[in-house]
């Protein structure tokens, strides 16, 4: 288990990588690619997001925030709640956000690179203990710290595949293991204890996105970054 600071081509070499940013940009992206979208673009600057954009006028949409908040001139911001069908069949979606697109750009060099919330968490597992190799689980956190969203769904993973393949982990991966037990009874209540993202984002009006980030399994797909594009694997 690492975070997107500790990073580098070294960890990451011959592994596959797991990108966590449960608030809210990996559930966006599970979000968009479950009601169809044709595929997620991530970016880590605006300027880079808008380039693209232009490249691709027809079928795209800009996506994404800043402090939380919609990036002025996009289309929608980080809201997951904003990826329903009407809006993302069949979309490219160009997406930036402050560290979740950031963090997936900074695991590029992984072998394989998927894409995991609470609401695809199994179905990351169950690709996990399929292809049964040395993984390295990324959360991507707030400004470089540790966010307990990230870690909760990291602990949850780590729960799902324990017993199903042989695993040697770190001790910060065996702990948010035991997190996630204590507390996968009342993800709500905890994280409102323990979560200053999860805060920030209630206070400025985002409850609704809270309850639907903190659902578990809603989808069974399983989300891969592939030379600058996220897509479902094998039909999945
Ligand atoms: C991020 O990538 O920093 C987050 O997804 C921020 C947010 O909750 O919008």
């Given amino acids: 288990l690492a ?3 500790d990073v580098n081509e070294k960890i990451i070499l011959n592994k596959n990588v797991v990108v966590i ?3 809210r940009a990996t559930s966006v992206i599970v979000t968009a690619l479950a009601n169809r979208a044709r595929q997620i673009m991530p970016f880590e600057s605006i300027e880079e997001a808008k380039e693209h954009y232009k490249a691709n006028e027809l079928l795209a ?9 919609i990036v002025e001139g996009f289309h929608f911001g980080n809201s997951p709640l904003d990826f329903i069908e009407d809006n993302v069949s069949n979309k490219i979606i160009i997406q930036t956000t ?3 697109t950031r963090t997936i750009k900074a695991c590029e060099k992984g072998r394989r690179i998927y894409i995991a919330a609470l609401i ?4 990351i597992a169950d690709q996990l203990i399929k292809d049964n190799m040395g993984t390295v689980i990324v959360c991507s956190g707030t400004n470089d710290q540790y966010s307990m969203d990230d870690a909760i769904c990291a602990g949850m993973i780590v729960s799902l595949i324990e017993n199903k393949v042989k695993i040697s982990m770190n001790d910060l991966g065996w702990a948010v293991k035991e997190i996630y037990e204590h507390n ?3 993800l709500y209540s905890f994280l409102a204890k323990t979560c200053s993202h999860f805060n920030l984002l209630k ?3 985002f409850e609704e996105d809270l309850h639907y980030c903190l659902q578990t399994n809603i989808y069974d797909i399983v989300p891969v970054y592939h030379e600058g594009n996220i897509r479902i694997i094998d039909g999945k």
Avoid: F, T, Y
């Fill in 21 to 23: 940013d449960v608030l």
């Fill in 184 to 186: 996968k009874g009342d």
């Fill in 120 to 123: 695809n968490a199994k179905a």
């Fill in 98 to 100: 402050s560290n979740g």
């Fill in 3 to 5: 975070s997107v600071k």
């Fill in 61 to 69: 949409i800009l996506c994404g925030e800043r402090s939380a908040k």
């Fill in 203 to 205: 206070q400025n009006g």
